[in-house]
C-alpha cells in the first residue's frame, strides 16, 4: 500500500474499508498542499469535500465577535475534518488554517 493509503487507512472514518475500497476513496480525492498559516476552508463558505491531514498540523476554530479565535481542534496525520458539513449539506461551520506545511 502506498503512503497515502496507508494514512487513509488509519483515519476512524475510514476503519473497516478494504483495500479496495481505499484507493477508490483515493481515486476520487485530490491531494493538496497548503503553506504554514494558509486558509483551507472559512467559516460560512459551502462545503463542497472534506479533507485528511496527510502531513503537518491543522487548526480549526471559529472566531467570536469580537474576533477572537476560539480553537476547535488541532489536527494531525490521519485524521479528517470537514466532513460532517459536507454529509449533512451545509457550509463549514468553522475556518481550517495549516499550522506548518501540510
Do not use: C, W
Amino acid at each position: 500500500m502506498e503512503p497515502v493509503l496507508d494514512i487513509i487507512a488509519r483515519a476512524p472514518l475510514f476503519n473497516g474499508l478494504s483495500k479496495d475500497q481505499l484507493e477508490a476513496l483515493r481515486s476520487i480525492g485530490t491531494v493538496q498542499t497548503a503553506e504554514k498559516e494558509q486558509t483551507i476552508f472559512e467559516d460560512g463558505e459551502p462545503a463542497n469535500g472534506f479533507y485528511v491531514v496527510l502531513s503537518g498540523k491543522i487548526k480549526v476554530y471559529k472566531a467570536s465577535m469580537d474576533g477572537k479565535e476560539h480553537i476547535l481542534h488541532i489536527l494531525g496525520p490521519g485524521e479528517p475534518f470537514g466532513e460532517v458539513p459536507v454529509f449533512i449539506g451545509a457550509n463549514f461551520p468553522a475556518t481550517a488554517v495549516a499550522l506548518s506545511p501540510s
